[in-house]
C-alpha cells in the first residue's frame, strides 16, 4: 500500500477519456486521484458532481483530477450522461474503469473489513514530481468534504514554494509557521527578531 513520500506507483488504464498512464499525465501537473464505490449511487453522485463542479479551481491550481471505481466504462459513459441529464453537472475529467481491481489493489483501496468488491473512498495528492503527498480514506457512506481537499492541496502548495510548516485549520492568508531553528546562533537570532509572531523561540509565524 502506497505511503506518504512514496512514489505514486505507475499503470496504465482504460478511462473516459481513452486509455491513460499515470506518469504521462501526472507531467508538469498535480494530480488528485480519488476512488469511489460505484457508479449510479447517491453519495458518489454528490461527491463526484463536486469535484466537477469545481474543475476550475483545480486547473487554477495546476491540478488534474482523476476519478476510479470498479465498474465498467460502459457503466461509467451512461452514470456521467445521467447526471449532466439530470443536473447539468458534466464529469468531464477521466474516469478509471477498474473492472480487474488493478489500480484499486496497486493503491490500497480495497479495505475487506468495509467492501471487497469496493473501493473505499480514497484520496491520493501526487505532486508534479510523482510523490504521493497526502492520502485521505473515507468510509463507503460518509462523503468526503471538498474544502478540506482544497485546503489540503492549497497548503501543500503553499508549503512548497515558501518553505515553511502550516498551523492547524491554516487557510490560504492565514501566517505559517517558520522552521525552528537548529542551531544555538540560529535560536538567538530567533529570539531577537522582531519581524515574527513569536508564542517562543521554537514556534514563530510569519506572513506569507
Not at 499503470?11 to 508538469?28: R, V
Not at 469535484?51 to 460502459?74: E, P, R
Not at 491554516?170 to 522582531?194: C, H, S
Amino acid at each position: 500500500m502506497p505511503r506518504i513520500g512514496d512514489k505514486a506507483p505507475d499503470f496504465t488504464t482504460k478511462t473516459t477519456a481513452g486509455m491513460l498512464t499515470l506518469s504521462e499525465y501526472n507531467k508538469g501537473s498535480w494530480v488528485v486521484l480519488f476512488s469511489h464505490p460505484a457508479d449510479f449511487t447517491p453519495v458518489c453522485t454528490t461527491e463526484m458532481s463536486a469535484f466537477a463542479v469545481d474543475k476550475d479551481f483545480y486547473a487554477q491550481h495546476n491540478t488534474k483530477l482523476l476519478g476510479l471505481s470498479i465498474d465498467s466504462i460502459h457503466s461509467h459513459l451512461a452514470w456521467v450522461n445521467n447526471v449532466k441529464e439530470k443536473t447539468g453537472v458534466y464529469m468531464d475529467f477521466p474516469i478509471i474503469a477498474d473492472l480487474d481491481m488493478k489500480v484499486a489493489k496497486l493503491y490500497g483501496m480495497l479495505h475487506p473489513g468495509e467492501s471487497e468488491t469496493a473501493a473505499v473512498r480514497a484520496v491520493f495528492f501526487i505532486d508534479p514530481e510523482g510523490t504521493i503527498r497526502l492520502i485521505m480514506y473515507y468510509p463507503l457512506n460518509i462523503g468526503r468534504n471538498m474544502d478540506e481537499i482544497q485546503r489540503a492541496l492549497v497548503a501543500l502548495q503553499t508549503s512548497d514554494a515558501n518553505k515553511v510548516a502550516l498551523p492547524v485549520n491554516w487557510r490560504q492568508g492565514d501566517k505559517a509557521i517558520v522552521p525552528p531553528p537548529k542551531t544555538l546562533d540560529e535560536m538567538e537570532e530567533r529570539i531577537a527578531n522582531t519581524n515574527y509572531e513569536k508564542i517562543d523561540f521554537y514556534l514563530a509565524k510569519k506572513s506569507i
